[in-house]
């Protein structure tokens, strides 16, 4: 097990710190002025929150309304395989993060953690996404299973991006973004440019 944490501390140092401001900037991008707390220390779940329900980060917006995020950011190298992948059984052999995602926005991306940019990523609707996993008849349903040799006994299911497509809010490439629009679909006219910020 001892192994397992240092694997995962390696993603933390390599992945995801250099990466957290390209999310911080897709934030700031879609909801102007908002403010994110991070509730993660090093990228360790300090936190009631994400511990017991998944949840990385607590967006603020201006209005004083708030979202709950989950994260995950994946080295560039996994992009081809444009995949969302969720792990079911963590490597000590309990429920992995699905059991516990209780998070309202599911932020997944790829990324190259040298130039700290995203090529592709996107925001997704938890509640949404429970309920097309619920109708394919549950997680190990939604896609092809794997098992994780790094990570002790961790499984995870990766499931195709069409699949979850309709859950999807924002989507994005480089330092672009599309939204939703009320009918449903996204428009290739319709591209918002990332804020510098």
Known sequence: MENNNFNDLLTVKNV?????????RIYQSIFPNSKIEDLREKGVKVHILDKEFGIDSLLYLSSGQWFSIQEKYRHLSYWKYHEFTQE???GDGSQ?????????LYFYGWGDPIESIFYEWFILSIPTYKIIIERLGGIESAGKKFSNEKHGKSKFVAIKYETIEPAIIYLGTKNVYQKRLSNGSFSNDLKIRLSEN
Do not use: C, V, Y
């Open 16 to 24: 995801q710190i250099p990466l957290k401001p390209a999310a911080l």
């Open 88 to 90: 079911f059984i963590n």
């Open 96 to 104: 992995g993060e699905w059991f516990s995602l209780a998070a309202q």
